[in-house]
T-cell receptor
């Protein structure tokens, strides 16, 4: 069965400090991993996906198949990064069935 | 491009009733997925439609059903409502091709069952 675990419900960091949001997954096939973000009073939106290997708003995430992890990182947190972050797993190429983690609320303290 | 729209935005029903929620995808998108979001279970996949056919289905009882029309608009129906069906229902649209594609989410419909 597919499973996504985000161990932290809430993560508070000071502005300018590094951020790491943890995500571990369980899946027997070839995974597609995504990070979605929801800012206050906005709809859920894609932040980045592992297949693109890109940096969005300073965030990066590397898929580690050995550790089955897809942690989200940013070297210097900004106040505007405060939001709810969800890690999601797609079950194969072209999959539109996403399994979401419970989410981590990131709070950046000024 | 206009974003994904969902109607109604809020709905109050009583146990035993049925409800229909609507989702209009972004123009050109042929895939529509539905998710249920609750504080306890988080975001859970309900089903996905592509070109009027259900392509994927989550682990929900048969009371939850959906359909998609030729213009890609989708509806989901919940019959015999239970208190536990109170949730935010999100739909997401995408092009629906064979490669990983970005899903665009709507604002959701907040369903309260009394």
């Amino acid at each position: 069965a597919q499973r996504v675990t985000q161990p932290e419900k809430l993560l508070s960091v000071f502005k300018g400090a590094p951020v790491e949001l943890k995500c571990n997954y369980s899946y027997s096939g070839s995974p597609e991993l995504f990070w979605y973000v929801q800012y206050s009073r906005q709809r859920l939106q894609l932040l980045l996906r592992h297949i693109s290997r890109e940096s969005i708003k300073g965030f990066t995430a590397d898929l580690n198949k050995g550790e089955t992890s897809f942690h989200l990182k940013k070297p210097f947190a900004q106040e505007e990064d405060s939001a709810m972050y969800y890690c999601a797993l797609g079950s194969g190429a072209g999959s539109y069935q996403l399994t979401f983690g419970k989410g981590t609320k990131l709070s950046v303290i000024p | 491009k206009a974003g994904v729209t969902q109607t109604p935005r809020y709905l109050i029903k009583t146990r035993g009733q049925q409800v229909t929620l609507s989702c209009s995808p972004i123009s050109g998108h042929r895939s529509v997925s539905w998710y249920q979001q609750t504080p306890g279970q988080g975001l859970q996949f309900l089903f996905e439609y592509f070109s009027e056919t259900q392509r994927n289905k989550g682990n929900f009882p048969g009371r939850f059903s959906g359909r998609q029309f030729s213009n890609s608009r989708s509806e989901m129906n919940v019959s015999t409502l239970e208190l536990g069906d109170s949730a935010l229902y999100l739909c997401a649209s995408s092009y629906g091709g064979t490669e990983a594609s970005q899903q665009f989410f709507g604002p959701g419909t907040r369903l309260t069952v009394l």
